[in-house]
């Protein structure tokens, strides 16, 4: 999928048609959005829960490679970000899509 580089649609802070940059936000990792989630790393190393009981779920299973479901969702999804070049503020579109390939143009 090929999407411009530069779109005009409604900034919510302006309240009007502007130009808009585009960019694609960047996937962060559950550690990095929620770092004191019940069950984060540093919070079980706090409790002194890393070691113990148990196998922690590594070796119950074959790798991953040979399982027969993994890798079934070629596409990824994607969020886009739009930077109002008036007032420079950012936007996010509500939801994200799915594409095998993306491409800013
Ligand atoms: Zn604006």
């Given at each position: 999928?090929?999407?411009?580089?530069?779109?005009?649609?409604?900034?919510?802070?302006?309240?009007?048609?502007?130009?808009?940059?585009?960019?694609?936000?960047?996937?962060?990792?559950?550690?990095?959005?929620?770092?004191?989630?019940?069950?984060?790393?540093?919070?079980?190393?706090?409790?002194?829960?890393?070691?113990?009981?148990?196998?922690?779920?590594?070796?119950?299973?074959?790798?991953?490679?040979?399982?027969?479901?993994?890798n079934k969702?070629?596409?990824?999804?994607?969020?886009?970000?739009?930077?109002?070049?008036?007032?420079?503020k950012m936007?996010?579109?509500?939801?994200?899509?799915r594409a095998?390939?993306?491409?800013?143009?």
């Amino acid at each position: 999928m090929k999407i411009p580089k530069v779109t005009k649609r409604l900034c919510p802070y302006c309240k009007k048609h502007t130009e808009h940059k585009v960019e694609v936000a960047k996937a962060k990792t559950r550690s990095s959005t929620r770092p004191l989630s019940r069950y984060s790393r540093s919070r079980t190393n706090a409790r002194g829960l890393t070691k113990g009981m148990g196998n922690k779920g590594k070796y119950s299973m074959p790798p991953i490679k040979k399982r027969k479901m993994m890798n079934k969702k070629l596409s990824k999804k994607i969020d886009l970000r739009y930077q109002c070049q008036v007032c420079k503020k950012m936007s996010q579109k509500s939801h994200g899509f799915r594409a095998k390939k993306f491409e800013l143009v």
